[in-house]
């Protein structure tokens, strides 16, 4: 008898997991609702596919012919699973144009004295040469502090640069925030646009590659949503459940308020796509997991190189909740991916950088 209503209630828990699963891979596939509420459900999304995952399991022991429903859509999500794991044997190391890309967390200009061997280690990373493009976001520089001479010492390596910023901080240093990209390749073209929050926005360059052509590289931070987990936990292990409650709501109010910018910012960003007369690589940081509509309407019009060649789970945060990846590359038509990697190893900021291999295929566009 409990067996038969245990089964029963497995069913009925079964149907409406699944309906709803479907119901989110109906809003990251077409984007029907360009909402706020949108992004909310995508996040899930990871959620309700494992415990498709469980439930399938659970009914290939209990009555198989059951679990054909959860596994169909599970077969029917595949593309978000490529979003969540790339499995690609390790290759060889890869001749072709080197894109580095990293969110350096301001270098800390708002706290340096508590953080100055990270700023004396992320000043070292830059100004070495990872790769022949490296773009940077939340890129800090001060000419009148040693330290922060950030533009000068990348330069050493780099003789081409482009440099977008908003007004100078109002604390307590007073440098320029913004974004910043460094070419060892000419740079014929650049623009750039903050957005409303203080260090996001987007930066275009047009890099001449010689005979390889030109490619237009676009460097992008989205709205920040200064989501702060731990701040919840801290809370919940301190027996403060009104602060924790307190925290959880102002992490909604920051994630409506995101996903809001995020849809008008991201309709920028697809315009100067569509309008290179170049092929196209993007990176940045998304403040926004692969399910979301950020990452869905640009993969919509590009193919992102993690999924493409990358490995693993390819996390770039490092810091709490710290298993998921905002930080991204996609590149467009004429170009092809040979490597991505996450250098995990490089733990100075609150983000890992992240770089990818790409041979370009064009030919260089008349001018």
């Excluded at 925030?177 to 740079?187: C, E, H, N, R, V």
């Excluded at 693993?312 to 810091?319: C, D, E, M, V, W």
């Amino acid at each position: 008898m409990l067996k038969k209503i245990g089964t029963s209630l497995l069913w009925l828990g079964s149907l409406p997991l699944c309906m709803y699963t479907l119901l989110l891979y109906l809003l990251g596939y077409s984007l029907v609702i360009e909402h706020w509420l949108a992004g909310f459900l995508l996040m899930t999304m990871p959620i309700a596919m494992f415990l498709c995952i469980i439930v399938a399991i659970s009914w290939l022991f209990i009555r198989p012919a059951r679990a054909i429903l959860p596994i169909i859509v599970l077969a029917l999500g595949f593309v978000f699973i490529r979003r969540t794991v790339s499995i690609h044997k390790d290759s060889p190391p890869r001749d072709g144009l080197k894109v580095l890309s990293y969110n350096l967390y301001g270098l800390y200009a708002d706290n340096y004295l508590k953080n100055v061997k990270k700023v004396d280690s992320l000043v070292s990373f830059m100004s070495r040469p990872h790769a022949d493009i490296q773009c940077f976001q939340e890129f800090y520089n001060w000419d009148e502090m040693r330290s922060y001479r950030t533009i000068k010492s990348v330069s050493k390596n780099y003789d081409y640069h482009a440099f977008t910023q908003s007004k100078k901080l109002k604390s307590p240093n007073q440098g320029l925030i913004g974004l910043a990209i460094f070419s060892k390749y000419p740079i014929i073209h650049q623009e750039g646009e903050m957005f409303e929050n203080q260090s996001n926005g987007y930066l275009i360059a047009d890099i001449d590659l010689g005979k390889k052509g030109v490619v237009r590289i676009i460097n992008f931070q989205l709205w920040s949503m200064g989501i702060r987990v731990n701040r919840v936990m801290g809370e919940v292990e301190s027996q403060d459940y009104e602060e924790a409650k307190k925290e959880s709501r102002n992490i909604l109010t920051l994630l409506k308020k995101g996903f809001e910018h995020h849809i008008d910012e991201v309709e920028k960003i697809e315009r100067l796509v569509d309008a290179s007369p170049y092929p196209v690589i993007i990176c940045g940081d998304f403040n926004e997991t692969p399910y979301g509509l950020a990452y869905g309407q640009i993969r919509g019009r590009m193919n992102n190189t993690f999924e493409e060649v990358g490995h693993g789970f390819g996390y770039t945060l490092n810091r709490s909740p710290w298993w998921v990846r905002i930080d991204n590359q996609f590149f467009g038509e004429n170009i092809c991916p040979l490597d991505f990697k996450v250098h995990s190893d490089i733990t100075y900021s609150d983000h890992l950088p992240i770089s990818g291999i790409y041979e370009i295929k064009a030919k260089e566009v008349e001018k």
